[in-house]
């Protein structure tokens, strides 16, 4: 139990293109979702908490008109990288947690702009 | 706010030797310590964690210690195999009446284990 899935597991996009990541808990309700991003040899970097229903909450520096986050329902949360540009490159990797202690996080996401 | 330091950063150990992967926290409110195993290229995948009202948790090869005083929890491994190696993270966060705190993370320990 506790699978989270991400899609797509990689991508590919030219500059000034939007991109969707969508990340879902498969066998459980997560009461949140998180999102985190990832440099190379570096550790994980949180950008926003979201809940069902409400607005994401973002990190301080984390641009939100740039990384908009949908939560759509208690399995389903989405990432859309707007305008993308060669320094949004980086593996984003998103979690949920059904209860208030452990997060299970998805297989992540490696996102290249061109 | 929270700080975590992880130590060391890179670790090498021969086939069935133990290692020992440290933490230190800052907030002595924190409450919860989980421990994210992860491989090249994936998601971390978490392989045990320790609330703050217990000392000790062991899930066959795998322990973690917790010692609030000292505000420090390590991951101990025994009898390491070569599929042991990975970055592992240690992490650090406050959850109280029903709400998630966020996981502060250490910088991650590259474990390599020699066949």
């Known amino acids: 139990g506790a699978v989270v899935s991400q899609h797509p597991s990689w991508v590919i996009c030219k500059s000034g293109t939007s991109v969707k990541i969508e990340c879902r808990s498969l066998d459980f309700q997560a009461t949140t979702m998180f999102w985190y991003r990832q440099f190379p040899k570096q550790s994980l970097m949180l950008m926003a908490t979201?809940?069902?229903?409400?607005?994401?909450?973002?990190e301080q520096g984390v641009e939100k008109d740039k990384f908009l986050i949908n939560h759509a329902s208690l399995t389903l949360s989405t990432l859309t990288v707007t305008s993308a540009h060669p320094e949004d490159s980086s593996f984003y990797i998103c979690s949920a947690t059904r209860d208030w202690y452990e997060q299970y996080f998805g297989p992540g996401t490696r996102l290249t702009v061109t | 706010g929270e700080n975590v330091e992880q130590h060391p950063s890179t670790l090498s150990v021969q086939e069935g030797d133990s290692a020992v992967i440290k933490c230190t926290y800052s907030?002595?409110?924190?409450?919860?310590f989980p421990w994210y195993k992860q491989e090249l290229g994936k998601g971390p995948q978490l392989i045990i964690d320790?609330?703050?009202?217990?000392g000790e948790k062991k899930d066959q090869r795998i322990a973690v210690t917790l010692n609030k005083t000292a505000k420090h929890f390590s991951l101990h491994i025994t009898e390491t195999q070569p599929e042991d190696s990975a970055v592992y993270f240690c992490a650090a966060s406050l959850n109280y009446g029903g709400s998630q705190g966020n996981l502060i993370f250490g910088k991650g320990t590259k474990l390599s284990v020699k066949p």
């Open positions: 320790i609330r703050s009202n217990v």
């Open positions: 907030d002595s409110a924190s409450n919860y």
């Open positions: 979201s809940n069902e229903g409400s607005k994401a909450t973002y």
